[in-house]
């Protein structure tokens, strides 16, 4: 395997690896040489060194995805494609362990998060490998006679995938297993704050022989590579995942060429309990959905809803759960808490709550920056009295920050849950079935869970409505995202006595 980095030493300091982009079949540093540092938010260090893409390796990347489109994987069947899809999943499966460690020095995710993470990737190389043969046409009976009409499905072309930090690896694997299974290509660009693991992927990738210029990584920013990308005239695809703001900004600037766009967006979700749920079931799984991963994850249950005769109840368990969480290093497997991923994101999410409160919130857990352990830590926070027209109900906190409201009947609770501008996904506390059913089809989301929440599968759709996002990831669906219909008709006659100045 091409080395796809060297090491940096500063005097005194310990060598830290400096990386190289992954352009068509070679590790290269940027055009101009230049590296920023990465750093790993539970030190506050710099851990490692990525380079920083110049236009010129943007497109070099977008060329090498062409070049590859255009070549051996072109030509592949859909078996074909399949078996390098497998062969990927088991070189995954070896380096999941490694993959997980680099994530977690990356984004401060917990290592036992980061460990499920990584060991669930192979699933979906091997679920869309299941798909890549089975890509049909259809035939269509011609709506007159002596023509035979039908479908090709074709892949798109070649594709840009941008990730959010939170979860690197899963949010490329969501877009990158489907575009393979397609028959696309791919650049991929991480988020600047966690540019390491995908490269480390790109080795996987490798590894595991598929041809030059399949999957391509440029690193740097969003606003410089991020933004190239996007308006690169031989892209034929954005596959974006991130905050709602930066997602409307991509699609506008796909559409300059009418570049194909999907969109998994940020979200409000609501966690309805009502109160004939079992509640200390309810209280584990809104821990789960707004404390696990320190909020930091799309479908964060950040809204309670909550049945007023409950409400006292469920608070109380769940400042109970909320002052036993354990806030520590990523890597111990005691710690249930890690530090939130960068600063920005810090001085986010403590504004956030220095407003609530100004404006009415109770604070009944947490609520401040927890500076015991340095880095980023900010106490498991749970403000009560929140009012639905408040910004903390409102506006995405991607942190660990429960609002809490209160309802008196179920169309009070569908309400207050759809009373947002995002629907990516909610739960569902009750003991109802039939309450259950009702409620889950009122709610504008693109998941909801039933006394359960938080989870994925490589079979299972997944995305948002209204401003969560647009097109879905994984299940059959993600592959039709990568996908254009080609339409073919074929005259069996000769063209004799067709007028040709009027429409067929
Ligand atoms: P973000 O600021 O929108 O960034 C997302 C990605 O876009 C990063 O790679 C970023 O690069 C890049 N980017 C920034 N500006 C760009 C531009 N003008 N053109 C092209 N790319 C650009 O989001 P984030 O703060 O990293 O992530 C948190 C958000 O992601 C939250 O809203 C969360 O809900 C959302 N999210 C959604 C899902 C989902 O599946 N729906 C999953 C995970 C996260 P740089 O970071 O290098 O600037």
Redesign the pocket.
Same mark, same amino acid.
Do not use: D, R
């Given at each position: 395997m091409a080395s796809s980095m060297t090491h940096f030493e500063e005097p005194g300091h310990e060598a830290l690896p400096v990386y190289e982009l992954r352009l068509g079949g070679s590790w290269r540093p940027a055009g101009d040489g230049r590296t920023y540092a990465a750093v790993n938010p539970f030190t506050d260090q710099a851990w490692a060194y990525a380079p920083e893409a110049t236009s010129a390796d943007v497109d070099t990347a977008v060329a090498a995805a062409r070049t590859a489109l255009h070549g051996p994987w072109g030509e592949m069947t859909g078996a074909e494609r399949a078996r390098h899809l497998r062969s990927l999943a088991t070189v995954l499966e070896e380096e999941a362990e490694h993959l997980a460690a680099i994530e977690t020095r990356g984004n401060g995710k917990l290592l036992r998060e980061t460990m499920a993470q990584a060991a669930s990737l192979p699933g979906y190389y091997q679920y869309f490998a299941g798909l890549a043969d089975k890509l049909e046409g259809t035939t269509i009976p011609a709506d007159k006679p002596g023509y035979f009409m039908y479908t090709r499905r074709e892949p798109v072309g070649v594709v840009a995938a941008?990730?959010?930090?939170?979860?690197p690896l899963l =949010?490329l694997t969501w877009k990158l297993a489907p575009a393979l299974a397609a028959g696309c290509t791919v650049v991929a660009?991480?988020? &600047?704050?966690t540019p390491v693991s995908t490269l480390e992927f790109a080795r996987c990738v490798e590894r595991a022989g598929l041809p030059d210029g399949v999957f391509n990584v440029v690193t740097g920013?969003?606003?410089d590579v991020? @933004?190239q990308l996007?308006k690169h005239p031989d892209v034929d695809k954005v596959t974006? %995942?991130?905050? %709602? @703001? %930066?997602?409307i900004?991509?699609g506008k &600037?796909a559409m300059e060429n009418v570049t194909r766009v999907s969109l998994? =967006?940020?979200?409000k979700s609501a966690q309805v309990v009502f109160a004939d749920a079992e509640l200390e079931a309810a209280a584990i799984g809104v821990v789960s959905g707004i404390f696990a991963a320190t909020g930091q994850t799309?479908v964060a249950g950040s809204r309670l809803v909550v049945e007023q005769s409950a409400h006292d109840e469920i608070v109380a368990r769940l400042v109970h759960h909320a002052e036993k969480i354990r806030l520590g290093d990523p890597v111990d497997p005691a710690s249930e808490m890690g530090p939130l991923a960068n600063k920005p994101q810090l001085a986010k999410v403590s504004a956030l709550v220095q407003r609530a409160v100004e404006q009415g919130a109770h604070v009944a857990a947490g609520g401040r920056v927890s500076r015991e352990l340095g880095g980023l830590f900010f106490e498991p926070t749970i403000l009560t009295g929140v009012r639905p027209d408040m910004e903390i109900a409102r506006e995405?906190v991607?942190g660990p920050v429960l609002a809490v409201m209160r309802f008196d009947d179920e169309d009070e609770a569908v309400a207050l849950a759809n009373d947002t501008r995002f629907g =990516?996904a909610a739960g569902l506390w009750t003991e109802n079935v039939r309450r259950a059913h009702r409620v889950a089809h009122r709610l504008e989301a693109g998941t909801v869970w039933i006394n359960a929440y938080r989870m994925v599968a490589p079979n299972a759709p997944f995305g948002?409505v209204k401003l969560?996002?647009i097109g879905r990831e994984n299940g059959r669906d993600a592959v039709q995202e990568y996908l254009e219909t080609k339409t073919i008709w074929l005259a069996l006659n000769e063209a004799e006595g067709r007028d040709p100045f009027s429409i067929g």
């Open positions: 941008i990730m959010a930090w939170n979860s =949010l660009k991480p988020s &600047a704050y920013s969003g606003a991020g @933004q996007v974006f %995942t991130g905050s %709602t @703001q %930066t997602g900004a991509v &600037a998994e =967006l940020g979200g799309c995405e991607f =990516l948002g969560s996002g």
